[in-house]
């Protein structure tokens, strides 16, 4: 039997709002259940992207979000509190991970080793299925 080995992609949503949390996602696909059209959100239509969440959630091994709030925002900066959230989206997955892929040049910490991706979204199926 093989082994899998377990990789999150993560990005934020929300990142700058003017109001509300800022909002991330981290997400373990399944190699063996490849899912067609995962791309960066901001390109795909909102009909294309109400498509994919079920498929992402169904065919996924895990998926989990993070938040920050507003206060935490005011608190830290947004760049800090993005990093927060990341760190509770890989919290809240049911499995320890042994590398996180994210979006973007700043890194959570974590317990696991983080590859940062400018653009990840465009590049990596794991980091486009969490934005």
Known sequence: MQSVVLIAGIDEVGRGPLAGPVVTAAVILDPNKPITGLTDSKKLSEKRREQLVP??????????????????????????????????????????????????????????????IIKGDLSEPAIAAAS
């Open 55 to 116: 498929l992402i959630e169904e065919y996924a091994y895990a998926w989990a979000l993070g938040r920050a709030e507003v206060e935490e925002i005011d608190q830290l900066n947004i760049l800090q509190a993005s990093l927060l959230a990341m760190q509770r989206a890989v919290a809240a997955l049911p499995f320890e991970l042994e590398h996180a892929l994210v979006d973007g040049n700043h890194a959570p910490q974590l317990t696991c080793p983080v590859t940062t």
